[in-house]
């Protein structure tokens, strides 16, 4: 389950009495200044039907009048996996708040941790969990204190917790929040870079770092793949206009048109030695796997990816299978050799999209070499490459991808026969990895575990079509039960409740599996100005 993947988030009304919130008030709410609560309540409700939309299934509170603040719920408890540690505030005037939540909580079956130092100050506002680790804000005054900080490290023992120092009252998370997968969003007050400083220098993972021009658009929610963030008109254009999703090449339209087939005819011939005039053996039902291939261009776009679709090109049947055509990594883009002569023409196509879309493009200059997509498998911290026998991927083409990635461990994997490296084994979130139950899909395994320099939990399904998924934005595509068996269907649906069944049917008579009719890449245009790619080793 991946690390901002939530089945609930727990809100409280707003009370009448949160018209004085965020002053020194008295315990009749003495009043200084007025916050307009309609307007307050109006905002709250749009958050939450946001949240209902990003699947999450929303808990409401009562509103507490003798509790101003009682709606900043996050501040109540710190919420890790199956861990909820209840937080002691330093405002005396918010203390019981933590009352109602802590019975939520309960009910929900979560493992309790109360704070046993009576002088531990610890605000769910001041902890950042960036999936990895965790970072906690000590600030001044009654805020989160390093006792507090201790009483992070006890509760949650299997991470790494980190205190930062922060100016001022403000918390953590109204400085940096997670934008992303191993994003880190910092908005550009002193306050903010300050804090950012101390992150570098002690994180023990890498991440890449969002710079906004102001603090207000750091304060954003990464939940189910999705981000919910300020609006334009609060944060600014500059701000408002990064767009931190991935988006996808896939075949096959040229930029301005949108024809509604994108798998040539001569696709029925695909997955069997044709001649140049498509002589026929057996055929694949086309309108079949067209509307395969519909169906999963629609699945990617639910998943917040931006579809890009090229035209079917007749001379090239499988050109459908556009991750074969090139290795795109962070924004570098390996273009690379295809073993079958027929199908070389194909990546013209995807080196002029990779192109337009400002990727540092990478030729393959050894003649001999041979390498393709399917045979690339990238966990996020390593690469594998699958040597096949016959036209697949070879050493040279291996030792291609070592000099594409040279910041990347690259090991290559020995496979039997002419199947490609991702039709056994797959990523079915962070540091899973998915594997078939062949013999040749075990032996792949086998090696994986062998030579990986990085610990991944493996996710052993019964059949090697059930181990054909793709895992983007933090939702999992996978085949349907009647494809994969009860059984592997049952396994995929405990992993991950964001799960999203596609049929590939027909596609797969021809080899190809879901990872194979898509290429997904970043959004290389924004992210080379506004994000630095920290190294693999941790920050300098």
Avoid: W
């Avoid at 909580?105 to 979560?110: R, T």
């Avoid at 001569?266 to 069997?272: A, D, I, M, T, V």
């Amino acid at each position: 389950m991946s690390a901002f993947n939530y089945n609930y988030a727990i809100v409280s009304r707003i009370p009448n009495s949160f018209k004085y919130s965020g002053q020194q008030y008295s315990s009749k709410y003495e009043k200084e200044s007025e916050i307009d609560v309609e307007k307050a309540r109006e905002e709250h409700r749009q958050l939450i039907e946001t949240l209902k939309k990003c699947e999450v299934r929303v808990i409401e509170l009562q509103e507490e009048e003798d509790y101003p603040e009682c709606c900043f719920v996050d501040d109540c408890a710190v919420v890790i996996g199956a861990t909820a540690l209840i937080t002691r505030l330093g405002q005396t005037t918010r203390q019981g708040e933590v009352a109602e939540i802590r019975k939520v909580l309960k009910d929900l079956k979560f493992r309790i941790v109360e704070i046993v130092d009576p002088d531990a100050i610890v605000e769910g506002g001041d902890v950042l969990f960036t999936g990895k680790e965790i970072f906690v804000g000590l600030g001044q005054g009654r805020r989160t204190n390093e006792r507090g900080a201790s009483a992070v490290v006890d509760a949650f023992p299997e991470y790494n917790v980190t205190p930062v120092r922060i100016d001022g009252q403000v918390q953590l998370k109204s400085l940096v929040s997670m934008a992303g997968k191993d994003i880190i969003a910092v908005g550009n007050s002193q306050n903010a870079n300050r804090v950012m400083q101390q992150i570098r220098q002690v994180a023990q993972y890498s991440y890449r770092i969002l710079k906004l021009d102001n603090d207000k658009a750091a304060n954003m929610l990464y939940v189910n793949g999705r981000l919910i963030h300020r609006t334009r008109e609060e944060i600014g254009d500059r701000s408002y206009s990064f767009d931190p999703l991935a988006y996808i090449v896939f075949p096959h339209t040229n930029y301005y048109s949108s024809p509604p087939g994108r798998i040539p005819n001569s696709f029925k011939y695909s997955g069997q030695q044709y001649s140049s005039k498509y002589e026929k053996e057996s055929e694949i039902d086309v309108e079949k796997a067209r509307e395969e291939h519909r169906q999963l261009i629609e699945t990617l776009k639910k998943c917040e990816v931006r579809v890009i679709e090229l035209q079917e090109e007749e001379d090239y049947p499988e050109c459908c299978f556009v991750d074969d055509c090139a290795v795109v990594i962070g924004a570098t883009a390996l273009i690379t050799r295809l073993g079958q002569t027929t199908r070389q023409g194909e990546v013209a196509e995807i080196r002029k999209v990779l192109k337009d879309l400002k990727f540092r493009i990478v030729e393959i200059v050894d003649p001999d070499a041979i390498v393709e997509g399917g045979d690339v498998l990238f966990t996020g911290k390593e690469i594998f490459v699958g040597l096949g026998q016959g036209r697949r991927t070879n050493e040279r083409g291996a030792s291609a991808v070592v000099d594409a990635f040279p910041e990347y461990n690259v090991t290559p994997v020995r496979i039997d026969g002419q199947v490609q490296l991702k039709s056994l084994v797959s990523m079915a979130g962070k540091d899973i990895i998915a594997v078939g139950n062949s013999q040749n899909a075990n032996r792949v395994m086998q090696q994986i575990r062998q030579v990986a320099q990085y610990s991944y939990r493996i996710l052993k399904l019964d059949n090697d079509k059930a181990a054909n998924m793709l895992y983007v934005n933090g939702r999992l595509i996978h085949r349907t039960r009647e494809e994969i068996g009860d059984r592997s269907y049952s396994v995929l649906q405990r992993l991950i409740e964001d799960g999203v069944p596609i049929s590939q049917r027909v596609l797969s008579e021809a080899g190809g599996t879901i990872q194979n009719c898509c290429l997904l890449c970043i959004n290389v245009s924004h992210f080379k100005h506004i994000i630095s790619t920290l190294p693999t080793t941790g920050f300098r």
